[in-house]
Structures are given as C-alpha cells and as structure tokens.
C-alpha cells in the first residue's frame, strides 16, 4: 500500500486502508490519457521530502467577477454561497450564537480541507468508524440517520450504503453511478450543511486534483528568439481549451508547480499522506481587544486538513468582536471569507532528482502567452445571476435566514 490516510489524521484498519488505497489507484486510472513520465502515483520511488504546494483558499471567481466585495457577501452567503462558490479546496462555514442580550450573531468559522471521497470510503466500508470520525470533529457521535438517512446503514449493501451516505451528506461529487441514481450534487441532510465536516463541492475532488496535477506534470516549451524556454500557464491553458481553469487560485498553482518540476526533468508523485492541507495562516491579522488572539480560538485539527477559527461557547465573544487588521484599516470580522482569504491550502507533492531531458520529451506549445481576461469567463453569467438572487433575497429580507445556533 502507498497511502495512509490524509493528514494521518484516523489510525484505519489494514483492510479499510487498501480500500482508500484502492479509490486512489481507480481514480488515477481514470485519468489515463494525462499519465506522465514524469509522475509516478508511488511515493515510494520517490527518495525525497515532501513539498507543499500552496494557493489562498478565498474564491477567486467572484472577485474577478465582480469585486471582493461581492465576493465577500456572495461566499459568506451561508450554504448557498457555499456550494456555489467554494472551489478552491477550501471550504468553510459560519456558526452562530446567542450573546448575552439574546441576539444570534458569528461565533465561529469552520474551515475544512477534507477530501469527499475518503469520507465516502470510510463511510461506504466501515460505518462505525465514520461515526467515530464525526464524533472527533463535531464533538457529539451524530446518529445513522443524521449520516445515511436510515436508521441501520450496516444492513444495507456497499453500494446502496454509498448512495444513502451520498444523498445525506456528501453530494454526488460529479460521480457518474450516483448522478444515475438521483444522487443532487449537494448533500439533503443537515449535518454537512449545518456543518463544514468535508468539501462537497464538485470540483474539490480527488479527480479533480489528481487531473490538474498530472495536466501539469509535462515539460511543455515554447520558443523566445530562438531559445527554448517554459511554456506560460496561458500558453498551457490555452493549448488544452481550458482557459477557464486559469482563472481560480487552485488549478494554476498545481499545474505550473507540476510543470516546474517536469521541465526540469524531475519525477513528483503526491505524498504518501495524499490529501489537501491548510499549509499557512496569517493570525497576525486578527485582533482582539488590540492583541494577538488566544490559542484556544485558532483550533486545527484532522492532521491540518480542519480549522475551527473564533471563541468557545463558554465566552461571550464573538466573531465581530474580533478586529481584522490590514495595514491603516481596522474592520470588524462579519463572516469567513476574510479568514480563508488568510489562508492558504494545497496538497504536498514528493519531488525527485533533475534529469537531462531529451529533445523528444519537450512538448512545445506556440499560443498565446498573453494574460487570459478572466473577467469575460463564462462563469462571470453564473455569478452575476447568483448576485442578483441575493440582492433579491436581501430585498425580501431572506438573506441568510437563521435558526438557533447555524444559518442556511
């Protein structure tokens, strides 16, 4: 076996281990026509530490969009903003609270980094030790019904085990076999809704990461006065129709890291710990009564895949107590979008020895190296439509309407 289990976080039995090992190695293979000399899915063959690879964990669609401050309202918009918007491998969700005058205000912000499909593993093959997960994050064992939507998931097959815990908590994650079987995108049950315990978006999956990498791990090139050089991540995106991807914070960074190491001939494989990781976060940049905010409101979890932000419940403060600080500017902090924008997440890659490359090894690309004009994406349409629905609900006073202790 190559993988433990991300973040090192759940010490699983050698049987449930293989079968995420085995999830790894399928999806790996679905991405047979982006496999790469330069990648190898072992870590093992790789002798070398591991590297993290890094991006800010804020949307960056809505910002090019429209503005950051949009950006800000429309993320923050409770689980609509969420399922939307939050396709960085980073997700996040605000919980309320009632102060001492009987008013529901943030109190907290939890920020997971936490692939769908290992839950989805663990859920499908060892249902007892997914409740047990859930009891380490969420502090209470949560019932089967609140996880599969039956009241004995054991009783059931793997694979209406896997359909049940999809349509409960975690989405259809763009699954072929669960979109077939009416799976929604998104979870109908509360507990990953009222709750940020893993990603759901679509797009933070194992496939997906899996692709961007191997998509990069190439040695593509391009001539400049007669010189080979880099291709540029524009030439790249471009060459591949897939502009769009150029225009979020995640795909290029994992692309071009890829393709740094390719160009100079080196092998990467991810490390053997595979998962998504919050590899930095500025707390500097949080105040409270003008200091540095206690240890005990910055709680990471989960082998850094997992972090609750703000006070516990046994303080009457709350999350708009707390002042962020950038540069000249003091503002209150109102939601999570300000803390994800301090944070940074990616997978950690295991990268090998240089190499001469060979002449037959360069891909050479010759588009066009000019910036990509995010601003006229497709995806601007969605969101202008989802910043209009908003301003409509804002106007109806339906603005992330709230019930004792979370928001939809």
Known sequence: ?????????????????????DTIKRKYAGQGGLHSKFFVLDPQLIQAGDTPVSWPGDPAEPAFCMSEAVARVLSDWGVRGRHALHNEYCEYRVIDGVDAAGNLRPKRVQVTTELREY???????????????????????????DLYGVSDPVALSARRRKVAFARQTAGNGGDPELQDAGVPAQPEGDLNRRNALFMTHPINGLDDLLYIVLFGAQPYARMVGGERRPATKEQIFRAFGVT???????????????HQQAYEGRKISF???????????????????????????LRRSRG???????????????????????GASRTPLTGGYDVVRHIEVGPKLRIGPPSVLKEADYKMLTEDATAIPCS????????????AEYDQAAQAGRVAPRRMGWRE
């Not at 769009?244 to 890829?258: G, I, V, Y």
């Not at 006229?376 to 910043?387: G, M, P, T, V």
Request: with cysteine.
């Open 244 to 258: 769009q991807l150029a225009c979020r914070h995640a795909d290029p960074a994992a692309a071009t890291a890829a």
């Open 376 to 387: 006229e994406a497709e995806i601007c349409q969605r969101i202008k439509s989802l910043k």
């Open 1 to 21: 076996m190559h993988f433990t289990s991300p973040g090192n976080a759940d010490n699983l039995p050698p049987s449930l281990l293989q079968r995420w090992n």
């Open 304 to 326: 850094n895949q997992r972090l609750e932000f703000g006070p516990p419940d046994t303080e009457d403060v709350f999350l708009d107590d707390i002042v962020l600080v950038e």
């Open 119 to 145: 839950w989805e593993c663990v859920a499908v093959h060892d249902p007892v030790a997914l409740r047990s997960m859930c009891e380490q994050v969420l502090g209470a064992a949560p019932t089967w019904q």
């Open 271 to 297: 490390s053997p710990d595979l998962g998504v990781y919050i590899n930095e976060f500025t707390e500097s940049a949080f105040e409270y009564q003008d200091q540095p905010l206690p240890p005990a409101w």
